[in-house]
């Protein structure tokens, strides 16, 4: 059976890795975080004090820079891994996302992943969620779905995930983040956030995650039955 790559696409905290996850886990694909890509170049950054106005030492560091993904039995997920490094908890803390915008804007840094997220998904049978793939990464996806949510749904949600992490942040600062990540993130010059014209707009303000994962699936099973019908025999 022939399968499909399937694009996530939106804003910051508005459930496209929560809803990504579960339906790779569903239909069996793999899920590519590539959000977590660029967070773990972030912190590669910020550790080795890369200054983000010199392009040779960017060059040069993303040379040394190999992100993987490997399964975690205890979560059922994919973990992060940064040069054989787990990183996916230390990725998610607050000051990577303060900084991961600004990183992800760098021409260089966001054609080395999208190359490697192409690499990646090449076989295809893949859920991806980020920021680009339905318009640069896979703009050949045969599910692309845009995901939005009200900007304090969206702030609340985080709040509650970094709680669940121990990590107790101000609502208010929480709120500063995302509306500087997603000016940044809309107006870079290097595959901006933008809905593709094909891409299914899906806004999870009112939705829970399963209504999330149900809207996603019933797309993705449509279009994996479309794609691998057989020709009935002409009858004798």
Known sequence: MRKIVIALDGYSACGKSSTAKLVASQLGYTYIDTGAMYRAVTLYFYENYI?????KA????LEKIEISFRFNPNTQHSDTYLNNLNVEDEIRKMYISE????????????RAMVRQQQKLGKKRGV?????????????????????????YTRAFRRQKELIE???????????????TRDRIDTTRA?????KAEDAHFLDTTFMTVDEQVEYVLQLATSSIIQINKIAKPLEI
């Open 51 to 55: 200054e983000l106005t010199n392009p």
């Open 190 to 194: 290097e595959s901006p956030l933008k």
């Open 99 to 110: 900084r991961v915008s600004p990183v992800s804007a760098i021409p260089e840094v966001r």
């Open 165 to 179: 992490k121990d990590e107790i942040v101000d609502l208010d600062e929480i709120l500063e983040n995302l509306k």
């Open 127 to 151: 859920v991806m969620d980020g920021r680009d793939i339905g318009t640069t990464v896979f703009p050949d996806a045969e599910v692309k779905v845009f995901m939005t949510a009200d900007l």
């Open 58 to 61: 960017i060059a040069d560091a």
